[in-house]
């Protein structure tokens, strides 16, 4: 099997990918079969003068993709052939909130047969998403990535010079950024994105005439998530309330006890401080909609059960959008559509 893998000491390509890539050309022709055995990784490095770390690195990137398995005491072998016609994606996002699997599953389901898609969750934290780009580079056919990070303080951070150099090193034809316009990038690159501040303000204007109704406007904005919310949030909100002189409040949570008065309409952002609020509204006897005004941040199925007016982004269309430019091989930057859907609750 050895003398199948063939490794170009001039090229500019790194030893590790060439490996990988070898590995997938073979299979492809037919030359290595479902459950073949391959070289050790000790044997490998000594047949081509590499170190053990080059080679352990693509033997994990092709475990990680399920093409070889290694079996304790027996060596590595290969467990999947069938590759030539898949397109392979690595699907990166920052968490796993409703709406994220919503982007996710309507672009599986876009995408169909035609791809192999893996989904890794880097929580925010900048480290592990570092850590998960330097393990796979090279190793997907494209890669869907969302950037939104938590700095020591909890707060919102869109991207660092780390990760700005860590996406520099994927072909920016290989590259699909959803949500962020402002992550600097080349023509060759796929962007899907919201427009955070523009979003909510321009929602907000759609809403105007209902909300003038009331007396008080209250964002609840949590400033210490554990996955932080862009603060271009509070920019369009603010722009909004100030060019129609609206009374505004900006509060980081729904407190227990909250002092709710009639008149009051509430914006909020996550599920917990949502709940939270329309209970106490219950509990004091209030009539939601009549008496105080709610607005959630991001629509769920519950939220549309439950008949709360929201501002959302389509992450159908965000998911469905980027795997059809896959698809396609379209290039250039969309941005998603975001509605206010406005029903019982204001």
Do not use: W
């Not at 072909?171 to 955070?196: C, S, T």
């Not at 996955?227 to 949030?233: A, D």
């Not at 059960?305 to 469905?320: A, K, P, Q, R």
Request: proline share 2%.
């Amino acid at each position: 099997m050895i003398k199948l893998i063939k490794i170009d000491e001039d090229s500019r390509v790194p030893k590790y990918k060439q490996i990988v890539d070898s590995i997938l050309q073979n299979i492809a022709n037919g030359n290595l079969k479902i459950n073949q055995k391959i070289p050790s990784i000790n044997s490998f490095s000594e047949e081509f003068y590499m170190s053990r770390d080059t080679v352990e690195k693509a033997y994990n990137i092709l475990k990680e993709r399920k093409i070889i398995s290694s079996i304790r005491g027996k060596g590595y072998y290969i467990t999947r052939t069938k590759l030539e016609s898949k397109v392979n994606i690595l699907f990166l996002t920052n968490k796993l909130s409703s709406y994220k699997m919503k982007t996710y599953s309507s672009f599986i389901n876009t995408l169909g047969a035609n791809a192999h898609v893996d989904l890794q969750i880097y929580h925010c934290d900048e480290t592990l998403f570092l850590n998960i780009l330097d393990k796979f580079e090279g190793a997907y056919d494209y890669y869907v990535i969302t950037t939104h990070f938590k700095t020591e303080e909890l707060k919102h951070s869109s991207f660092t010079d780390s990760v700005v150099n860590a996406i520099k090193n994927i072909p920016q034809e290989k590259l699909v950024i959803l949500d962020n316009i402002k992550l600097g990038a080349g023509d060759e690159v796929i962007k899907i994105y919201q427009d955070f501040e523009n979003d909510i303000y321009n929602a907000l204007i759609e809403g105007l005439s209902k909300i003038s109704k009331y007396k008080r406007l209250i964002l609840v904005y949590p400033d210490k998530a554990v996955n932080p919310y862009p603060r271009r949030i509070l920019h369009g909100f603010r722009k909004f309330c100030v060019e129609h002189e609206i009374n505004f409040e900006i509060l980081s949570e729904v407190y227990d006890d909250m002092i709710l008065k009639k008149g009051d309409l509430f914006i909020t952002i996550e599920e917990s401080d949502l709940v939270n609020l329309v209970k106490q509204i219950r509990d004091e006897e209030f009539v939601l909609g009549k008496d105080i005004g709610v607005i959630s941040y991001n629509d769920t199925p519950l939220k549309d059960l439950l008949g709360i007016t929201v501002m959302s982004t389509d992450f159908n269309v965000m998911g469905e959008t980027a795997a059809r430019m896959i698809l396609n091989k379209e290039k250039g930057q969309v941005k998603v559509p975001f509605n206010f859907i406005d029903r019982n609750s204001i």
